[in-house]
């Protein structure tokens, strides 16, 4: 199918392009980002006249609760949901059910993700057996059936020695490990930022302390391996000073931020909202300020949707006892629009950390609009405004700290690989 976006203002962060530009699309790549090529004629014409044409968004932490937790989010519902918010590539965590430490399990999902003719889904392995912490998967074979990467997802590694072997195996083949840094100790039990707003509501808490140990631990880990490592999630503002100063030593590190945790803190908890029991926690208002300063410095490479729909059964307890998460596949965008504004940060640099930005950690040609790329493209609203509720979202998880705010930046048009899978 041809398809001609025309009179948008096309935004390609990788390759420096913000202006007013015709797009066009054909065999699902894109043929020309300025003027038709010889002979094109368009099956499908969208005036995408006062929106942003921009790469389609790539979301480097999306929990699709397939295989093993289906009560909670189905395969659909999330791609669904994914598209509807202009994502088009997506990594899946291995905390399945079982967790994705075998070749079949990632086969199977990436065929019924293939299937669903959506969007583009990114398994990332799981670094030990079982996630356990004990012995180290097949990250050859896994890797061979899709994985992009490997990861402990929300379980720590105790032990330090299996951590530097499974770091020095991947290093060896090249492989790219992810963690995300919380001290074992430190952080069991724990539900809410070792701060006033805990002290004062009574809930177990968890220091900043343990990311920061978890932090130093894996650079020095990673330096010895010489191996390296994404940092996922990162909520304290001393994590991000404590990267900052392993980057200016040159060490191949790069992380992300929860695009919740880059507005809220622990303050948003209120009086016991359990739509705001996340993890990492929110953490405090400096953490949050030096979460944004570390964004816009580039200390921080990218923001993920953080997605975790939960039932509501799991959500409708007391907080100590709901389970963490929220969705966040549809906020992506306008909580990524809003930091951007507030921040005074220019419209291509913001949306680099949710394009470019994922897909240099990822290691895919994505999040960009040069001729004979995939036809990876979002057609959105930067000024429409709409009300977060539930019966907008289209995850089956419907909870987030953000119900009932009203948010800027809504999509229109979701292109993957040539095909248009979502209209507003």
């Not at 043929?31 to 929106?51: K, Q, T, W, Y």
């Not at 932490?61 to 202009?86: H, I, Q």
């Not at 994985?147 to 072997?165: G, N």
Request: some cysteine; overall charge negative; charged content about 20%.
């Amino acid at each position: 199918m041809k398809i001609h976006i025309k009179n948008g203002r096309l935004v390609d962060p990788k390759h420096g392009v913000d202006a007013v530009r015709d797009l066009y699309i054909a065999a699902g790549k894109i043929v020309g980002n300025d003027h038709a090529p010889e002979g094109f004629h368009a099956n499908r014409v969208i005036n995408a006249s006062g929106l942003v044409v921009c790469p389609g968004f790539i979301d480097l932490s999306a929990r699709l609760r397939e295989p093993g937790f289906e009560y909670k989010a189905t395969l659909e519902s999330e791609m669904v949901a994914a598209v509807a918010g202009g994502i088009t590539s997506l990594a899946c965590p291995p905390d399945t059910d079982p967790p994705l430490d075998e070749p079949g399990l990632v086969e199977m999902l990436k065929h019924r993700a293939r299937n669903l003719n959506q969007a583009h889904v990114y398994p990332i392995g799981a670094l030990t057996q079982g996630l356990n912490g004990q012995r180290l998967t097949e990250m050859a074979e896994l890797r061979d059936a899709g994985c992009v990467a490997f990861s402990q997802a929300e379980i720590p590694v105790a032990d330090h020695s299996v951590l530097l072997r499974a770091l020095q195996y991947a290093a060896t083949f090249g492989f790219k490990v992810w963690l995300r840094p919380q001290d074992l100790g430190l952080g069991r039990d724990g539900v809410a930022h070792d701060g006033e707003v805990a002290t004062r509501l009574g809930l177990a808490a968890i220091p900043a302390c343990a990311e920061t140990i978890a932090v130093s631990t894996i650079l020095l880990l990673a330096r010895e391996a010489g191996c390296g490592v994404h940092l996922c999630r990162i909520s304290s503002a001393e994590a991000v000073d404590m990267i900052r100063g392993a980057k200016a030593r040159g060490m191949a590190i790069t992380c992300d931020v929860s695009a919740n945790h880059v507005h809220l803190s622990e303050m948003d908890i209120g009086y016991f909202d359990s739509n705001a029991h996340l993890m990492p926690p929110l953490r405090s208002l400096r953490d949050r300020d030096g979460l944004r300063t570390g964004l816009a410095d580039g200390i921080i490479d990218a923001v993920c949707s953080d997605h975790t729909p939960v039932d509501e059964d799991a959500k409708q307890v007391p907080f100590g006892e709901a389970e963490a998460g929220a969705t966040g596949l549809e906020l992506l965008l306008p909580l990524t629009l809003k930091w951007g504004r507030e921040s005074g940060v220019a419209l291509a640099r913001t949306l680099a950390k949710i394009t470019t930005e994922p897909a240099r950690i990822l290691g895919l040609d994505a999040g960009h609009l040069a001729p004979g790329a995939t036809a990876d493209v979002c057609v959105f609203d930067p000024e429409a405004w709409w009300k977060v509720e539930p019966r907008a979202l289209r995850s089956q998880g419907k909870n987030t700290p953000f119900l009932g705010m009203e948010l800027q930046g809504k999509v229109r048009h979701t292109l993957v690989a040539g095909h248009l899978v979502y209209e507003a």
